[in-house]
């Protein structure tokens, strides 16, 4: 077992994370941010952003067959949501864990649908399932000049 051969073999992956209208109307906006700021991941873009109804269309396109889609896309489109895109070795996965389970009442205390949410077609945020998916979705939701390249002062901090 070589652990810095391990090392060298994590991967830098982007993830589209969503505060969706409900979070906004609610208040969650800055708590959301916060988790994901907090554990230490980077963040690359961030808009508050009215998703028109093709859009919401095109980002939930593998659910399109399902009795739900109509209601999910009313909801999408509903209010402002705020667009968001993070930067970090594992974050799609870990990101998925901060979020928790799609079913609010199925997710962990501590999680942010566990702890802000109690009903799956309110879970007040989305993140990308996949790597490949985060940059599907980066790539939907932000134009080009939206996603800034920096370092932040924190990351000899966060990682040996
Ligand atoms: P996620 O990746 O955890 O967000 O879950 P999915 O990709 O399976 O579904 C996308 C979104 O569709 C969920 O976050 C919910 O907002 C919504 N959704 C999923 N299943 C249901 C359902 O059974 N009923 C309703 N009303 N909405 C659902
Ligand atoms: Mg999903």
Redesign the pocket.
Same mark, same amino acid.
């Given at each position: 077992f070589l652990p810095h051969l391990v090392a060298s073999m994590e991967q830098v992956e982007e993830t589209y994370i969503m505060v969706k209208p409900d979070g906004v109307q609610r208040g969650l906006v800055g708590e959301i941010i916060s988790r994901f700021e907090k554990k230490g991941f980077k963040l690359i873009g961030l808009k508050l952003f009215q998703c028109p109804q093709d859009l919401a269309e095109e980002h939930?396109i593998d659910?399109k067959a399902k009795s739900?889609y109509p209601?999910?896309i009313d909801?999408i489109t509903s209010g402002p949501v705020v667009c968001m895109a993070w930067e970090g070795i594992g974050v799609v996965a870990s990101a998925r864990k901060l979020i928790g389970s #799609?079913n609010p009442l199925q997710a962990e205390p501590g999680t942010i649908r566990g702890d802000l949410a109690v009903q #799956?077609?309110r879970?007040v945020v989305?993140g990308s399932?996949s790597p490949e998916n985060g940059k599907r979705e980066i790539a939907l939701w932000f134009g080009e000049g939206e996603i800034c390249e920096w370092t932040p002062a924190q990351a000899p901090w966060l990682r040996e």
């Open positions: 939930y659910l739900f209601k999910l909801y #799609t #799956t077609g879970n989305h399932d």
